[in-house]
């Protein structure tokens, strides 16, 4: 079945540098966009980036553009992101999350469990 | 950027009673729209894509309706395992936007 699983979430001072993994298994890796996803504490979901199969499609969104970074490995059946300039704001719950396949279905089919991120100092 | 607005913010029902959730576009969305159900510290569940089809292995007391700018979720008869946090998300244009959410609670 298909699981994926979050690490790399914890503390972090306002300024500082995070890199969240996400281990994906039970499909096929490389076929699939794959994406990032946030809910910070009482408030709603929020897509902020996504990759596509290959890593040559990317999109951040405005709240992240130019601190976060995602990035996949298909040998490791992983993805990542790279956050940078953490600010309280982007304390939240981390989303590891498939893009469901098929023509314009731009929806998440399976998400991980999570990863806590809490900037403060 | 579409907004996506759901009504009600909460919403209590006794059990075996409908419960109805709506989420309307800021702009036409076609049938673009997906439902996710989320319960107490986990992660969204996808239960219906395309506004009225319902994913594998989700009961059918859960509907999906709507085109255009107005949709609906209904649970045809509340149990107490649906108690949970209900999230729509337009997948029409990017960004992907989700709706505030919508609390249902047993009454």
């Known amino acids: 079945q298909v699981q994926l699983v979050e690490s790399g979430g914890g503390l972090v001072k306002p300024g500082g540098s995070l890199r969240l993994s996400c281990a994906a298994s039970g499909f096929t890796f490389s076929h699939s966009y794959m994406s990032w996803m946030r809910q910070a504490p009482g408030k709603g979901l929020e897509w902020i980036s996504y990759?596509?199969?290959?890593?040559?499609?990317?999109y951040s969104a405005d709240s992240v553009k130019g601190r976060f970074t995602i990035s996949r490995d298909n040998a490791k059946n992983s993805l990542y992101l790279q956050m940078n300039s953490l600010r309280a704001e982007d304390t939240a719950v981390y989303y590891c999350?498939?893009?469901?396949?098929?023509?314009?279905?731009?929806?998440?089919?399976?998400w991980g469990q999570g990863a806590l991120v809490t900037v403060s100092s | 950027d579409i907004v996506m607005t759901q009504s009600p913010d909460s919403l209590a029902v006794s059990l075996g009673e409908r419960a109805t959730i709506n989420c309307k576009s800021s702009q036409s969305i076609k049938n673009y729209l997906v439902w996710y159900q989320q319960k107490s510290g986990q992660p969204p569940k996808l239960l219906i894509s395309w506004a009225s089809t319902r994913e594998s292995g989700v009961p059918d007391r859960f509907s999906g309706s709507g085109s255009g700018t107005d949709f609906t979720l209904t649970i045809s008869s509340l149990q107490a395992e649906d108690v949970a946090v209900y999230h729509c998300?337009?997948?029409?244009?990017?960004?992907?936007?989700f709706g505030q959410g919508t609390r249902l609670e047993i009454k």
């Open positions: 990759i596509s199969n290959g890593g040559s499609d990317i």
């Open positions: 999350a498939r893009v469901a396949g098929g023509s314009g279905s731009w929806f998440l089919d399976y």
């Open positions: 998300q337009q997948y029409y244009s990017s960004p992907f936007t």
